[in-house]
T-cell receptor, first 113, second 112 residues
Framework: QKEVEQNSGPLSVPEGAIASLNCTYS??????FFWYRQYSGKSPELIMF????GDKEDGRFTAQLNKASQYVSLLIRDSQPSDSATYLC?????????????FGTGTRLQVTL | KAGVTQTPRYLIKTRGQQVTLSCSPI?????VSWYQQTPGQGLQFLFE???????NKGNFPGRFSGRQFSNSRSEMNVSTLELGDSALYLC???????????FGNGTRLTVT
């Protein structure tokens, strides 16, 4: 059974600091990797996606993928109180099964003033 | 561009009843997926439809079914509702291939 593991947190970081969120996955055949942010009572919102080993940056967010170690991470620079949410790591297969995502249980991030 | 639209937002049903949820994908998106989110199990994949055909299926009982129409709109049906079916049901659409999923606001189903 495919598994995606995340530390549930809460991860508490001060405003302006870097938040580092981690995720490991069990299926070596996984091809697509996503980070979603979910505020309480809301639906998941896509933050980043990455398909190749290495880093991918978008504004304050950087996704890192290491397929050999089956590890995905999300860095949030200059963390803001509005970043306080649950961050979900999701892993998908290749083109035919890319929509069949396996989600981790999420890491709750708290950005403190 | 309008996002994924799900209706209704909230539903209250009693055990044994059936329910139909509706989803309109982002314009141009041909793939529609359904997920169930509960506090205990998190987000779990139900099924995916592409070009009116079920392309992938999760590990849910046959009481959960869906369909997709020629305009890519999708419906999900749950028959013989059980208390454990109480959850947030999320619809997501994507273009094709490994493109990211974009979620709707969800339908919160409460079974009493």
């Amino acid at each position: 059974q495919k598994e995606v593991e995340q530390n549930s947190g809460p991860l508490s970081v001060p405003e302006g600091a870097i938040a580092s969120l981690n995720c490991t996955y069990s299926d070596r055949g996984s091809q697509s990797f996503f980070w979603y942010r979910q505020y309480s009572g809301k639906s998941p919102e896509l933050i980043m996606f990455i398909y190749s080993n290495g880093d991918k940056e978008d504004g304050r967010f950087t996704a890192q993928l290491n397929k050999a170690s089956q590890y995905v991470s999300l860095l949030i620079r200059d963390s803001q109180p509005s970043d306080s949410a649950t961050y979900l790591c999701a892993v998908g297969g290749d083109t035919g099964t890319a929509s069949k995502l396996t989600f981790g249980t999420g890491t709750r991030l708290q950005v403190t003033l | 561009k309008a996002g994924v639209t799900q209706t209704p937002r909230y539903l209250i049903k009693t055990r044994g009843q059936q329910v139909t949820l509706s989803c309109s994908p982002i314009s141009g998106h041909r793939s529609v997926s359904w997920y169930q989110q509960t506090p205990g199990q998190g987000l779990q994949f139900l099924f995916e439809y592409f070009s009116e055909t079920q392309r992938n299926k999760g590990n849910f009982p046959g009481r959960f079914s869906g369909r997709q129409f020629s305009n890519s709109r999708s419906e999900m049906n749950v028959s013989t509702l059980e208390l454990g079916d109480s959850a947030l049901y999320l619809c997501a659409s994507s273009l094709e291939g490994a493109s990211p999923l974009h979620f709707g606001n969800g339908t919160r189903l409460t079974v009493t």
